[in-house]
């Protein structure tokens, strides 16, 4: 590394310092490349930090599946807590609209569901060995996540078990009696449950993405506060414009999650991104009334989640622009339902919003820009970016240094939307 405070180089610069650029600095370091890690914020302040921490072995199905279809209707009016939409947004992205609906047929279930089990698999691997290399074991918990409905849907629990069977990934069908042993502090209001069994989670994702970025620093890796204005080719290389300096690198990462399309533009590059909101609160537990894992109503579409400062409720999807005001109607229309099936106090902040960065075929980029050398992509990992993040960072760090990743990414490739 070379430079002074405000122009620096390495061999790899890598934008953003979310789970994804945190896990890419890391996995480059672990290949002997010297990399600087910028993000304005400190490392995993953004969407790394308000999810809902779930590091899901079952999220091989995206949202955009066949049964897709029927729900649609429901969506019409506009009040569903599972989904929301900006007419207007719609209309201006209606091109977005049909590639998504587009994917939702059959024929694009097994592949995606395929490549993206590949990607989770790796990367679940990664973070049980990061976690504990980073000295926050405490923060995994190995309880599995719990999805109940509050009918008799057992077909559609059923379904979903008969799916992961397929791939190999594990789930246990719940009777009411079932989640109670499993759950004796939620009201018994779920007949039918199914637990992803292999599914871990964490009590602050925020807080493990912290870690992860110390792991950056204590293996040579430098981190740099400072607002990513550019990224201009220079010579065989890159020039990386900040708010305070400059970097030169012969490789640059983008991994800006939703604002990835945004530095690419000038590039001449059009990342059909769309902006998946979701919104989150967490209240005061009660510590005599304590929920063990993670736990999805699937028909009242939220997520209530154990973490390190409250039980985090967190909402449905939100489709709209990615810097329009906060619109916590589905927020408001969830909360009550949680706290009737579990014991919480009041709020301990505001609301939190954040965008799932969601491309049509609800596959991220991860690969080579397709018109330029040494420029990398690692962004659009809508709902499941936080348990993919490591496994999308090693894979390309593995492809900087000429390497393979762990898993076929061939169904990431940048190049089949640029
Ligand atoms: C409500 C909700 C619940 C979710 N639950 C889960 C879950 O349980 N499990 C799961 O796996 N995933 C979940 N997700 C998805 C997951 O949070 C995201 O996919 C993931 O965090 C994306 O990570 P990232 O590193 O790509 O982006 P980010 O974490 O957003 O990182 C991007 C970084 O880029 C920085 N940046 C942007 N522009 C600039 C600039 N110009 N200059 C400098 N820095 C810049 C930002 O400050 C930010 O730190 C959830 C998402 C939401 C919204």
Known sequence: MAGGANEQAADVVVLG???????????????GLS??????RPPGEETSHGNAGILSSGSILPLNKPSLFKTLPSYLTNQSAALRWNPFWTIRNVDWVLRFLANAVDARVKPRAAALHGLIGASLKLHRDW????GVSERIRETGWLKVWRSEAVAAARAEHDFLADYGIKSELLDRQAISALEP????SYAVGLLHSQTASVDSP??????????????????????????????????????????????????????????????GYKVPMAFERGYHQEFTPNPARKLQRPIHDAEGSFVMTPMENGIRVTSGVE?????????????????PLARAVAEFGEAVAAPWRGARPTLP????????????????FAFGHQ?????????TGAAVAAMIAQDRPSFDASAFSPSRYL
């Open 185 to 188: 502090n939620i009201v018994p």
């Open 319 to 335: 489709l709209t622009d990615r810097d329009a005001p906060s619109n916590v109607a589905q927020l408001t229309q969830v909360v």
């Open 383 to 391: 709902h499941i970016g936080f348990t993919t993040g490591p496994a």
């Open 361 to 376: 075929d609800s596959l991220p980029m991860i690969g080579p820009a397709p018109r330029h050398s040494g420029l990398w």
């Open 17 to 31: 310092a979310g789970i994804v650029g945190v896990s890419a600095a890391y996995a480059i370091r672990e290949r």
């Open 35 to 40: 990399v600087i890690l910028v993000d304005r």
């Open 131 to 134: 976690i504990a290399r980073a």
């Open 206 to 267: 925020g807080n493990v993405t912290k870690a992860y970025a110390r792991m950056v620093a204590g293996s040579g890796g430098l981190l740099r506060q400072s607002d990513i204005k550019a990224l201009v080719t220079d010579g065989d290389g890159w020039r990386v414009v900040l708010g305070d300096g400059v970097i030169r690198a012969r490789h640059v990462v983008v991994a800006l999650g939703p604002w990835s399309p945004d530095i690419l533009k000038p590039l």
